[in-house]
């Protein structure tokens, strides 16, 4: 989906306490878990052993009160963790992202509270300094980058790589756990994927491979995946749900004749690689059945349909206009940009007693701020980060999240091209006064980027973050420091049935 906001966001995630929740008794915003319509079901802090655990305590968790509302809005989206600070934060009126389809965001999401493939989910500091990740695109984008860089942590399976006679497990098929995306397919006499609002992010919660065993001996040879599915923004209103099955993988892609629904095929897998670049999942989910009869006929029919067009060179068409006219440009300068900064690292300028040192993960760095800076910095403090050059992609905005024992506020943000002319952002005020400060949101405008190559030309370098004297009268912890960039568009399906 397209991000419509242009917004610096800062974020205080703290413990609200039950004075101040009387504040907050209105239905806010349509959709705040005070209001009648509001479905509270799902885990707030869904958690355990693998990426599936966390998603299974998601699940039921729907929409309400209007469309792509309510708590997966501002949980999966968002990703606020508690109906306090949901209450809060809708009530201020200004969150980050509007509603829209979350099914890609559901993935993302899961993938923040299991720490996978990277501590805080999607979110490379090479290269992409967020760990939410709107749209099918952006996901396949993720995982072909990675690809492409050396020790990324990700790997894309096209639907033309998956192989039966060539299993290899995260290479040539996918695993429990590994992202599916599916899109509208139109099987003519070319081919071709149609992207008018028809796409969809799934993940697989486990694998049944089924293998005939010869009785000459001579191996086993692979007759079908089946796989079963976990998916957000399902159905109408949209809900996470455990209940989608797939018969067989390779029948739904281009090289079979069956379709998802009445018109949709797998495009690709995407697999989450551990630091030593194995694939990471949940061998449990993974399972093997051994068939000693002949397998389906029709099936039989595909697989040789398959082999025929690879050794002919021949095959489907792959033809996908979003991809390759936006997306598929990107690749290449993102994975130029991520070598960049691993050989280099972004450029922090901050005053000694502040030793900014990487950017705030939410996981392991931090920036933290003493009290009495008003002593030793009497001119105030500010932080210059230098991208190296300008960022791939157009930057919108910032994320800011604090630690609750104290927010700043009061602070301002710059940004600067190649000339270093910074330009200042203006803080927009909640609507809601009443609220205390450290509750509310504040969202300051970064840029709009204007033109035609909007899509594929940066337009930041530096961002300064301007502390004046007297913003620290007691310590602060920057946890974290999330960056919203303009992605090209795409179109995921706003419910899937």
């Known amino acids: 989906m397209s991000i419509n906001?242009?917004?610096?966001?800062l974020i205080s995630s703290i413990l609200i306490s039950a004075l101040w929740q009387g504040a907050f008794a209105e239905c806010c915003n349509l959709d705040s878990p005070n209001c009648p319509c509001f479905q509270d079901t799902g885990s707030w802090s869904p958690g355990g052993l693998t990426i599936q655990d966390v998603a299974l305590d998601t699940v039921g968790t729907n929409a309400s009160c209007v469309g792509n509302g309510g708590k997966p809005y501002y949980q999966m989206v968002n990703g606020i963790e508690s109906p306090s600070i949901a209450q809060a934060a809708a009530c201020a009126g200004i969150l980050a992202y509007p509603r829209d389809a979350w099914c890609s965001e559901t993935v993302s999401y899961w993938h923040h509270k299991a720490g996978i493939p990277y501590p805080s989910g999607l979110r490379n500091s090479d290269w992409s300094l967020n760990w939410q990740l709107h749209n099918t695109s952006l996901l396949r984008t993720f995982y072909e980058t990675e690809e492409e860089?050396?020790?990324?942590?990700?790997?894309?399976?096209?639907?033309?790589?998956?192989?039966?006679?060539?299993?290899?497990?995260?290479?040539?098929?996918?695993?429990?756990?590994?992202?599916?995306?599916?899109?509208?397919?139109?099987?003519?006499?070319?081919?071709?994927?149609i992207w008018n609002g028809d796409s969809h992010s799934m993940m697989i919660n486990e694998m049944w491979i089924y293998r005939r065993i010869s009785p000459l001996g001579g191996g086993a040879q692979v007759t079908g995946i089946k796989a079963t599915l976990l998916e957000g923004n399902s159905g109408n209103p949209g809900r996470v749900k455990d209940s989608s099955t797939f018969d067989d993988l390779l029948s739904l892609t281009p090289w079979g004749d069956d379709f998802i629904g009445s018109s949709k095929k797998i495009r690709g897998f995407g697999v989450d690689l551990n630091a030593s670049g194995r694939p990471i999942y949940d061998a449990g989910r993974l399972h093997y059945v051994n068939e000693k009869v002949p397998s389906d006929p029709r099936l039989e029919r595909i697989l040789e349909a398959e082999r025929a067009r690879r050794s002919l060179a021949t095959m489907p068409s792959d033809f996908d206009p979003i991809w390759e006219a936006y997306y598929s440009p990107l690749i290449p300068k993102l994975v130029d940009y991520a070598k960049l900064v691993r050989s280099r690292g972004l450029q922090i300028t901050s005053p000694e007693n502040i030793r900014a040192q990487g950017i705030p993960d939410g996981v392991g760095i931090q920036w933290n701020f003493p009290s009495g800076l008003d002593k030793t910095n009497p001119q105030g403090v500010e932080i210059?980060?230098?991208?190296?050059?300008?960022?791939?992609?157009?930057?919108?905005?910032?994320?800011?999240?604090?630690?609750?024992?104290?927010?700043?506020?009061?602070?301002?943000?710059?940004?600067?091209?190649?000339?270093?002319k910074f330009n200042s952002a203006k803080a927009q005020e909640s609507r809601s006064s009443g609220q205390p400060a450290a509750?509310?949101?504040?969202?300051?405008?970064?840029?709009?980027?204007?033109?035609g190559e909007r899509y594929s030309q940066g337009n930041v370098r530096y961002i300064k973050l301007i502390f004046p004297r007297g913003t620290f009268p007691k310590k602060a912890t920057l946890k974290e420091m999330l960056f919203v960039y303009q992605w090209p568009p795409s179109e995921d399906a706003r419910q899937n049935p």
């Not at 906001?5 to 966001?9: A, G, S, V």
């Not at 509750?439 to 033109?451: A, N, Q, W």
Request: aromatic fraction near 12%; charge should be negative; charged fraction near 20%.
């Open 5 to 9: 906001w242009n917004f610096i966001c």
């Open 439 to 451: 509750l509310v949101p504040v969202y300051v405008s970064i840029i709009e980027p204007r033109g």
């Open 149 to 193: 860089i050396p020790g990324g942590r990700g790997r894309w399976i096209s639907w033309q790589d998956l192989n039966y006679d060539d299993m290899q497990l995260g290479v040539t098929v996918p695993l429990p756990g590994s992202y599916v995306q599916i899109a509208k397919y139109e099987k003519d006499a070319t081919g071709r994927w």
């Open 384 to 420: 210059t980060i230098d991208l190296l050059r300008l960022h791939p992609l157009p930057i919108k905005g910032l994320i800011l999240n604090w630690d609750s024992e104290f927010v700043p506020r009061g602070y301002a943000v710059q940004w600067a091209g190649e000339d270093k």
